[in-house]
């Protein structure tokens, strides 16, 4: 099963129009605001999907302890964008300013199974994360670290939305799930 | 929240405007001088001067010459006015899947301290179409810019059969079923937002090469 957890606060009031129903459409799983989630309620599914929201929606770094189920949780979790802070920020990294909007270059930093060259990518966000030495970094823009992996976890994080002209990024995930 | 609903006059912008009814207090409008804008509808825009009026809601309405980067800032200034007249904190766009559009308006949006929602980014074309339908919206097709529509497409009723049709196309030369890459232009007639229905009885069919407009004349 599949959950896509919502981010946004009560005053993006379409906030799960743009950054959740996206991606929904594509994986076809079930939708749950991040204050309904626990260790619990996410050990029900094997692939968990953390969404963006709008650029200047930052409630939900008001409530990052709100994540703790994180660190306990063994399936597969894709961080889009604040998804991919929120995954950094609860293994111990820091949020730094970086504003990005609109289609940004990503260039491949190390080998991995996403992307085998630089590509292009949408971008919407006002922090990236410094990366500590629980990640590695798979791709960067000029500013700041785009995609990432957990270094012993199925976690994975991308700054950009992926979900707009880079969809076949979720496929491998997808695929991986249904193996 | 007070919003300002980027208003072409067109489906999507109606459609968003309908979606945040509940907090729109302004709609603004560009009209654009050119014809190739990537950025803002040109057919028909003086269309929005009556819908606005239909609706009860005021309308900014600001000129551009259409040059690409100019226009960016004469939509600032448009946004810009709405925040000061109608202490707006948002914008609303009808934008799907135009990357293009989207960005830029979030870059203005962000300059100016506005949330930017864009209630209908990414969703499905087909269900957007029937959705407007479901909704009583009427919707006309006012321009068509590329192959295979010819100049029949002209003044046709966004409804079930159109919808159909336009799904087969899709299929076999690849166009955008909502008409994002600008392969056609609507203008609204009436949506449940209209206290009054806008009725043609004036236009013509301006037809050259591979695209045509109806040229509407007059409304009442």
Redesign the interface.
């Known amino acids: 099963m599949i959950l896509v957890i919502d981010v946004n606060s009560s005053k993006n009031k379409f906030g799960r129009d743009e950054f959740v129903r996206p991606i929904n459409n594509i994986v076809k799983g079930e939708i749950k605001h991040y204050s309904e989630v626990n260790l619990e309620e996410a050990k029900k599914y094997d692939l968990i999907i953390i969404c963006g929201t709008a650029l200047r929606d930052n409630v939900y770094l008001d409530s990052i302890e709100k994540f703790e189920w994180i660190k306990e949780y063994h399936g597969i979790i894709v961080g889009i964008c604040a998804g991919m802070q929120i995954l950094g920020m609860i293994f111990g990294c820091s949020l730094k300013e970086c504003k990005e909007i609109g289609m940004t270059k990503i260039n491949k930093t190390k080998e991995n199974k996403f992307f085998s060259t630089g590509f292009e990518a949408y971008e919407l966000h006002n922090y990236a994360l410094d990366i500590n030495d629980e990640f590695e970094i798979f791709g960067k823009s000029n500013k700041c670290a785009q995609v990432i992996k957990h270094k012993t976890r199925e976690f994975y994080g991308f700054l950009f939305h992926f979900e707009v002209r880079n969809k076949h990024f979720i496929d491998g995930f997808l695929e991986k799930k249904k193996g | 929240?007070k919003l300002g609903v980027l208003f072409s006059g067109g489906k999507d912008s109606n459609y968003a405007l309908f979606?945040?009814r509940k907090?729109a207090v302004c709609l603004i409008s560009i009209i654009s001088k050119n014809k190739e804008s990537y950025m803002f509808h040109v057919p028909n825009i003086h269309l929005v001067e009556y819908q606005a009026e239909s609706m009860g809601l005021p309308l900014i309405k600001k000129f551009t010459e259409g040059e690409k980067e100019k226009e960016l800032e004469d939509l600032r200034e448009a946004i810009e006015e709405a925040k000061k007249k109608y202490k707006i904190e948002g914008i609303?766009t009808g934008a799907v899947e135009s990357?293009y559009q989207a960005?830029?308006i979030?870059?203005i949006?962000?300059e100016l301290g506005l949330?930017?929602?864009?209630?209908?980014?990414?969703?499905?074309q087909v269900e957007l179409l029937n959705e407007l339908i479901k909704n009583k919206f009427e919707v006309i097709i006012s321009g068509v810019f590329a192959y295979p529509f010819n100049e029949s497409w002209l003044g046709r009723k966004i409804d079930e059969d159109v919808i159909g049709e336009l799904v087969e196309l899709k299929e076999k030369y690849k166009i955008s079923i909502s008409g994002e890459g600008g392969e056609y232009e609507s203008s609204v007639l009436n949506s449940p937002m209209f206290k009054k229905k806008i009725k043609v009885v004036d236009s013509k069919k301006n037809w050259e090469g591979n695209s045509g407009v109806l040229e509407i004349n007059k409304v009442e």
């Not at chain 2, 949330?115 to 499905?124: A, E, G, I, R």
């Open positions: 929240m979606k945040s907090d609303v990357v960005s830029r979030q870059k949006c962000d949330w930017c929602f864009n209630p209908l980014w990414l969703k499905d």
